[in-house]
């Protein structure tokens, strides 16, 4: 049986109604009209007609009503690989987050506000898009309704996906020691204890989600991309370990790593990837044994087999991923370490941008490229951590927008330009946002980044007990937005990993992440979105530290560890509070002496005259970026001195 059958494939009844299948070449516009006659469908729409009927096809023999496709993989992943994108095949719509449910007469998709006018996009008129997330509310209708949920072993998508990408070929590699504080038998040992301490007695730990693998073994692939991952699963004993891997991509070396040729408990039993089902099944034969499962990153396919019930534990999160969100000293180091070499080609990107755009010889996607370009000469760059977020003006507002040949926008000095990127580092992973305007913004646009910037601060200069979670830090990056009526549609806050996934699960400021503790890293990322008019966001990864307070203890507060200026045309000043003057100073403060250094070390001239001007303080008076004369001498001065009188 193909594991990747086993996570979607559903028999149910809950649509009816009639369908239509209309193909248009003419008309206008960037979204599909499927009300006009003739319907008009963008050139960025797909036609599913035959991909439709081919599957309904598929369906008739099994008796199957209904089926659903989610966005995700086998292993429940944000960013899947090509291979592992049914729903985009299957729909055109290439969002990370959807779920489709076709029947013989209907083909509907859900998706959240993020990606509604881009599914309006690229979806053909064969689809209709339902902008309320209630798919949910189904599953708690289907037993009064008669119906029943079901799994089914084959993919019927992958039976009609006759050019379905291959599996990637590169193989499964080892961290450098230089890299890692904790070997694999150590970080086997910290899991096992926390196997052991449980007080409803596990005797397994079963890992699915692909970071979870990774980080407990210390390895890296390259079947995800943008994430360092490679299809595998993990069963975790106190006395054995199966490793689920496609075995012929394991080199000897590797082997030898993981110490494959023995039979103790630090030896690890390679076992075919296809073999995890049928091999938990004969562990849940055992006598006595119990199984844990985080049920966030377990399929369904996978927890329908531990049965019966007592043998069976769960927690929302694996205790891989509580531990992995607190990074060990190293970690926090070189992590770090990576954020000071990013923010050089984010710095590079925004000096070509100010010389460029006014040229208005540059597109969204050109802009990304080059800073894809500037992070790839950077030490120990393995490439981008996401598709590059380049845009301008309208595209701006749209929160997940990613550039292509058909919808690259022109960069002016008219409109607001916003670039969310992020790269891969042997040593660490990035994620920053910055929003810019090369001619002269509106008092509006001022303001509303003037709020945004003072949400991020907000947050980012805050101090809490430590075990606070980040939900109810949260409002603080919405206040100022919210005290003149502003708001913004998406989450607040992501974790980031260490040469891992650039969203890392569970640490962020959702009701559903864990509690905030020393060493762990967060995104800051509050926005404000004006449809069809342009788009802002500020976005800064901070790690937790200890705050020294008068009277308490155990007190944390964040540390901005992405080094790059805000844009000062864009902040009025008049509405920061002293504090908040305060805060921005300091953090301009060390970019310079941080970011600096590496710029001279690099000998990057024109970007450290750049980072100089962007970054002299404040006055704490006037309604503008005002740069005291003190300030205009020093940017003037040659790099090495003035770097040698710092």
């Known amino acids: 049986m193909s594991s990747s059958g086993w996570i979607l494939a559903v028999c149910l009844v ?19 009209n499927c009300s006009a006659i003739p319907p008009y469908l963008p050139p960025t729409a797909v036609n599913t007609t035959l991909r439709l009927r081919d599957l309904r096809a598929s369906m008739i023999p099994l008796n199957i009503s209904a089926y659903i496709i989610p966005a995700t993989d086998a292993h429940l992943s944000e960013y899947i690989a090509p291979r592992d994108a049914r729903l985009a095949w299957m729909s055109g719509f290439t969002g990370s987050a959807g779920t489709a449910v076709i029947t013989q007469n209907k083909a509907v998709l859900w998706t959240d506000s993020r990606y509604w006018i881009q599914a ?27 119906r029943i949920l079901k799994s089914i072993p084959d993919n019927l998508v992958d039976k009609i996906w006759t050019d379905r990408p291959p599996l990637p070929s590169d193989n499964p590699t080892h961290l450098p020691d230089s890299v890692i504080e904790r070997t694999w038998p150590m970080k086997v040992d910290q899991i096992r204890a926390q196997i052991s301490d449980n007080p409803y007695k596990p005797t397994a730990l079963l890992l699915s989600a692909l970071d979870e693998t990774a980080w407990l073994f210390n390895l890296r692939g390259n079947d995800i991309p943008f994430n360092p991952f490679f299809y595998s699963y993990t069963l975790l004993s106190m006395d054995e370990i199966w490793l689920f891997v496609h075995t012929e991509r394991i080199t000897e070396e590797l082997k030898m790593y993981l110490n494959t040729s023995c039979f103790h408990s630090y030896c690890v039993q390679l076992l075919e990837y296809s073999s995890v089902r049928s091999y938990l099944q004969s562990y849940l034969q055992r006598p006595n044994v119990r199984v844990w499962v985080g049920t966030e990153y377990t399929n369904q396919a996978l927890y329908e087999l531990i049965t019966p019930e007592d043998k069976l534990l769960t927690s929302t999160y694996s205790p891989v991923l509580t531990t992995k969100a607190v990074k060990d000293a190293t970690e926090q180091r070189i992590l770090k370490e990576a954020h000071i070499r990013d923010a050089v080609a984010v710095m590079q990107l925004l000096v070509w941008l100010e010389k460029k755009v006014p040229e208005g010889t540059e597109n969204e996607l050109t802009a990304a490229h080059f800073v894809d370009q500037c992070r790839s000469k950077q030490v120990n760059s393995r490439g981008p951590s996401f598709e590059t977020i380049s845009a301008s003006g309208p595209n701006a507002a ?40 090369f001619g002269k913004p509106t008092d509006f646009q001022k303001e509303a980044y003037t709020r945004v910037l003072m949400g991020n601060i907000e947050i980012s200069r805050t101090i809490f007990p430590a075990g606070t979670r980040g939900v109810n830090m949260e409002m603080l990056g919405r206040r100022a937005l919210w005290e003149v009526g502003l708001n913004y549609g998406h989450g607040t806050g992501h974790g980031v990993g260490n040469y891992f996934g650039v969203h890392e699960w569970p640490v962020g400021f959702q009701s559903n992440n864990i ?132």
Not at 14 to 32: F, H, I, N, T
Not at 409 to 421: G, I, N, T
Request: aromatic share 10%.
């Open 14 to 32: 809950v649509l009816e109604g009639g369908s239509y299948a209309v193909w248009a070449e003419e008309g206008s516009g960037s979204e599909r």
């Open 515 to 646: 509690p905030f503790q020393e060493g762990m890293f967060t995104s800051i990322e509050p926005g404000y979105y004006k449809e069809n008019d342009f788009g802002i966001r500020i976005e800064d990864i901070a790690v937790t530290v200890p705050a020294i307070t008068k009277y308490g203890n155990n007190y944390l507060t964040f540390e901005t560890v992405s080094l790059v200026p805000y844009d000062r045309k864009l902040i009025n000043t008049s509405l920061l509070s002293p504090e908040q003057l305060h805060w921005l100073n300091k953090y301009y403060e060390t970019i310079r002496s941080v970011v600096g250094r590496e710029l001279d070390r690099q000998g990057l001239k024109e970007e450290y005259d750049w980072m100089m001007k962007h970054t002299a303080p404040f006055l704490t008076a006037g309604a503008s970026a005002v740069i005291s004369s003190v300030t205009l001498l020093v940017t003037v001065l040659p790099s090495v001195l003035l770097h040698n009188l710092l």
């Open 398 to 437: 749209l929160a997940h927008y990613s550039p292509s040949n058909e919808t690259a926008r022109k960069l002016s000095v008219d409109e607001m330009y916003l670039v969310d990127s992020g790269g891969q580092y042997l040593d660490g992973t990035t994620d920053i946002t910055r929003t810019v305007h």
């Open 120 to 146: 309006e996009r690229q979806m053909d008129c064969n689809w209709e898009l339902q902008r309320d997330d209630i798919f949910d509310v189904y599953n708690t209708n289907l037993a009064p309704a008669g």
